[in-house]
């Protein structure tokens, strides 16, 4: 896999980009990898950066966005946050990425098993984590649809919750 | 038209030699330390940091270890139990999984531009080291940073000026223009590290604990390498 460059980071269109990403993770889901010099490619990049996607996933060590998507070196920007929230530093950081660097495509990534989505839907309260559980509430209450066990321990629920906060994370 | 068969060629020239290769748990005779899967017991702050230094030596040597992708997703299905969390920067040439050839499931990772702490950082490291007992915290600065470069150039843009604006208090006095944005970045390293013990009572805690480490690392985009302020 060739290391990005602006000429071929400008003609990347923002289909092409959703097109790339999900390539590669049907490549993860298989145990497959593209082919990458990664030494090779840090050099190459060491003058600039032309990355074709912005990814706002969260912290957790299993959503690395570059091992899910199979992506090398210079290929995406990664935003990392529990529960992959938004707040100010975070728009900053997408603008960076976009306006600045010229990604294509900002993808909001959500997963199964969150350990901060279950909290919210816990009402968990801890020190800083509380502000950043009220971030995710407002996915707790507009799921509707589950009448019973309004908690982690109801996978079902969990996800439901997951899905919304995701959603959610557009208009704000 | 031009535009067209340009952009099909540049595509294919960045999905060129894109032959795939398959991971398995059998040493292939090409490539044996890349396939083998690494298990390591860390028990503490200190065997956290070694794990990541001997990492990110791997990483220079070009032989990653932790590359099983799909029996680190069997393995961690049901639970996560990672020994660092790193605080780094959302620049497209830094992935920490990959630096430290941790793979899946070995490091908790926040990023965002500039590696800055928020209040919603200190929730997500809060998350990482009281609730999940992540032993070490690294907060890892980066050389040619975009961020630290519109703190010292005075950006402004939508939301991105509030945020450079967090890093201006590192900015370096030296008068050596060369010096001056390696040592603003460092020193945003070392200013995150204060501002979490000062901001977060429950990491402050874990480390007068002695349960948690918190330490600052520098990052060399040219060359790979990771330096630790240990």
């Known amino acids: 896999m060739r290391t990005l460059t602006k000429e071929i980071q400008a003609v990347i269109s923002p289909v ?34 032309h990355p074709f996607a912005v990814i706002l996933s969260c912290i957790d060590s299993r959503t690395s966005a570059e091992l899910i998507f199979d992506q090398g070196l210079g290929d995406i ?17 997408m603008e960076c990425g976009c306006n600045v ?23 968990v309260e801890m020190g800083n984590l509380t502000a950043l559980l009220s971030k995710i509430r407002p996915a707790v209450d507009d799921e509707t649809t589950v009448i019973e066990n309004r908690n982690s321990t109801n996978t079902e629920f969990v996800e439901k919750v997951s899905a919304i906060n995701v959603k959610e994370r557009f208009r704000l | 038209m031009t535009k067209l068969i340009t952009a099909t060629f540049c595509i ?18 090409s490539e044996p330390a890349q396939t083998t899967h690494k298990q390591v017991t860390i028990t503490n702050s200190d065997e956290a940091l070694a794990e990541l230094k001997t990492g990110n030596q791997r990483f220079l040597d070009g032989k990653l270890v932790n590359t099983n992708y799909k029996e680190q997703i069997e393995h961690t299905k049901s639970d996560q139990h990672p020994h660092s ?42 998350f990482a080291t009281k609730v999940k007992g992540t032993k070490l915290i690294v ?10 470069k ?14 450079v604006e967090q890093i201006k208090p590192a900015i370096s006095k030296n008068e050596n223009k060369e010096l ?51």
């Open chain 1, 16 to 49: 092409v980009a959703l097109g790339l990403l999900k390539e590669g993770n049907k490549r993860y889901i298989n145990n497959l990898k593209v082919n990458r010099n990664l030494l090779q490619q840090a050099n190459e990049t060491s003058d600039g950066q």
């Open chain 1, 77 to 93: 920007f990664s935003v990392r946050i529990a529960g992959n929230i938004i707040n100010e530093d975070i728009l900053g950081s």
């Open chain 1, 101 to 123: 660097a010229g990604a294509k495509i900002i993808v909001v990534l959500g997963h199964t098993k969150c350990g901060a989505v279950k909290g919210a839907c816990d009402y």
């Open chain 2, 12 to 29: 294919s020239l960045f999905m060129a030699s894109c032959e795939q290769k398959k991971t398995t748990t059998e040493a292939t005779p």
């Open chain 2, 85 to 126: 969390l790193i605080l780094s920067c959302l620049d497209s040439r830094i992935p920490p999984e990959i630096l430290f050839d941790q793979g899946i499931g070995n490091i908790f990772v926040a990023r965002n531009a500039g590696n800055i702490e928020d209040l919603n950082v200190l929730g997500s490291m809060e």
């Open chain 2, 139 to 148: 907060v890892m600065g980066h050389n040619h940073c975009g961020a630290v």
């Open chain 2, 150 to 163: 519109g703190a010292i150039d005075d950006a402004e843009l939508g939301n991105l000026t509030q945020l």
């Open chain 2, 180 to 230: 001056i944005h390696d040592e603003t970045a460092k020193n945003s390293v070392n200013m995150t590290m204060a501002h979490i013990l000062e901001r977060s009572p429950v990491i402050s805690e874990l480390v007068k604990e002695n349960k948690l480490k918190i330490v600052g690392a520098y990052y060399d985009l040219t060359t790979g390498k990771v330096a630790f302020i240990d």
